[in-house]
T-cell receptor
Framework: QKEVEQNSGPLSVPEGAIASLNCTYS??????FFWYRQYSGKSPELIMS????GDKEDGRFTAQLNKASQYVSLLIRDSQPSDSATYLC???????????FGQGTTLQVKP | DAEITQSPRHKITETGRQVTLACHQT?????MFWYRQDLGHGLRLIHY???????NKGEVSDGYSVSRSNTEDLPLTLESAASSQTSVYFC?????????????FGPGTRLLVL
């Protein structure tokens, strides 16, 4: 079992819809969770970080964390074509500063 | 503005040659990381450093080495390049203050080993 798992997609949603991206992780002591966005040919850029159970909202983005289920998700409301990218889930084991990445989910937002 | 840069951005080399990829950050971050990204594998950690003179192996360290002589730089060396090391390489840095571990990535280096 991979340490961080994501569905590679592609996930296709119409413009204006909600995109839901999911990630599961295997290490129960993980403390920090991150969502990065990566456009084709570019480097990953941080979208959201979340450390506590529950929801964290930032503009059109909401990160959700459930440590009991070892599950973290990213919701993108009012999806735009410019949101089309690969979304990488990353998990940081306790006090290591390292990140373990999932394979990424490719999102396509169709006009 | 503070930033993280990588050079070269593109590199073609031959099997068996030694190659060094540069990474330079101006954030004064203690932590620096090297990843490779390949289709089907996502980002995989090669080496990382928590400070000057500190280096650690990641999950795919065979054939790679790093050294940390100052805060700003973490060069990655491929001792004897192999075709399997054709990849996109990303450098990242973070400040562990507060234990949050947010990493910021450089623009990447595309390496082709023929």
């Amino acid at each position: 079992q991979k340490e961080v798992e994501q569905n590679s997609g592609p996930l296709s949603v119409p413009e204006g819809a909600i995109a839901s991206l999911n990630c599961t992780y295997s290490d129960r002591v993980s403390q920090s969770f991150f969502w990065y966005r990566q456009y084709s040919g570019k480097s990953p850029e941080l979208i959201m970080s979340i450390y506590s159970n529950g929801d964290k909202e930032d503009g059109r983005f909401t990160a959700q964390l459930n440590k009991a289920s070892q599950y973290v998700s990213l919701l993108i409301r009012d999806s735009q074509p410019s949101d089309s990218a690969t979304y990488l889930c990353a998990v940081s084991p306790s006090n290591t500063g390292k990140l373990i990445f999932g394979q990424g989910t490719t999102l396509q937002v169709k006009p | 503005d503070a930033e993280i840069t990588q050079s070269p951005r593109h590199k073609i080399t031959e099997t068996g040659r030694q190659v060094t990829l540069a990474c330079h950050q101006t954030w004064n971050h203690n932590n620096m990381f090297w990843y490779r990204q390949d289709l089907g594998h996502g980002l995989r950690l090669i080496h990382y450093s928590y400070g000057v003179q500190d280096t650690n192996k990641g999950e795919v360290s065979d054939g790679y080495s790093v050294s940390r002589s100052n805060t700003e730089d973490l060069p990655l060396t491929l001792e004897s390049a192999a075709s399997s090391q054709t990849s996109v390489y990303f450098c990242a840095s973070s400040d562990q203050a507060g234990g949050e571990g947010t990493q910021y990535f450089g623009p990447g280096t595309r390496l082709l080993v023929l």
